[in-house]
T-cell receptor, first 115, second 112 residues
Framework: GAVVSQHPSRVICKSGTSVKIECRSL??????MFWYRQFPKQSLMLMAT?????????EQGVEKDKFLINHASLTLSTLTVTSAHPEDSSFYIC???????????FGDGTRLSIL | QQQVKQSPQSLIVQKGGISIINCAYE??????FPWYQQFPGKGPALLIAIRPDVSEKKEGRFTISFNKSAKQFSLHIMDSQPGDSATYFCAAGWSGTYKYIFGTGTRLKVLA
């Protein structure tokens, strides 16, 4: 079945560091990918829609300069958390639809901890 | 209007019992309703999904019931097993955009 791979699975770093998270579609092409943020015991909150070859679309309240998204190929989207601070600590998950009118498949998430 | 309300927040069921989770939505533009299962430290995995032109869909022990007029849909897990213990999220989406709005989640625990 369709697989979405996310890397790294866990990151621990100091405040002020920029962290890059990769999301890859392994056996299908994805012109669109989605980035979510999930706090402990809470639901998934959509942060942005990543569009291959064009700018990402951010949800209301999400800082574009804080969360940089690049979708340079049909199988890779990256999320960079710039100058991360402890309040950015969270579980970040990406997803991609397999095709037209097909469900989204999710990666296994990245646990980001900022000290 | 974009919210998806999910209940209960947590659920404890005996092994072999039926687990029922309910969701309600407001936006009639939604046309795709998936359910996801999430284990701790993992991303959500698609369990089953339904479109509004169908009132019920069954896959193995999992059944979605859909009530378009009431704008409600529910997940039934028959013969619940301890391995079903996880957090379940309903979602509503627009198939043309692929965007989903997720419910708040239900933590299910099935007792052995």
């Amino acid at each position: 079945g369709a697989v979405v791979s996310q890397h790294p699975s866990r990151v621990i770093c100091k405040s002020g560091t920029s962290v890059k998270i990769e999301c890859r579609s392994l056996d299908f092409q994805a012109t669109t990918m989605f980035w979510y943020r999930q706090f402990p015991k809470q639901s998934l909150m959509l942060m942005a829609t990543s569009n291959e070859g064009s700018k990402a679309t951010y949800e209301q309240g999400v800082e574009k300069d804080k969360f940089l998204i690049n979708h340079a190929s049909l199988t890779l989207s990256t999320l960079t958390v710039t100058s991360a601070h402890p309040e950015d600590s969270s579980f970040y998950i990406c997803s991609a639809p397999v095709g037209v009118n097909q469900p989204q498949h999710f990666g296994d998430g990245t646990r980001l901890s900022i000290l | 209007q974009q919210q998806v309300k999910q209940s209960p927040q947590s659920l404890i069921v005996q092994k072999g019992g039926i687990s029922i989770i309910n969701c309600a939505y407001e936006n009639t533009a939604f046309d795709y309703f998936p359910w996801y299962q999430q284990f701790p430290g993992k991303g959500p995995a698609l369990l089953i999904a339904i479109r509004p032109d169908v009132s019920e869909k069954k896959e193995g022990r999992f059944t979605i019931s859909f009530n378009k007029s009431a704008k409600q849909f529910s997940l039934h897990i028959m013969d619940s097993q301890p391995g079903d213990s996880a957090t379940y999220f309903c979602a509503a989406g627009w198939s043309g955009t692929y965007k989903y709005i997720f419910g708040t989640g239900t933590r299910l625990k099935v007792l052995a």
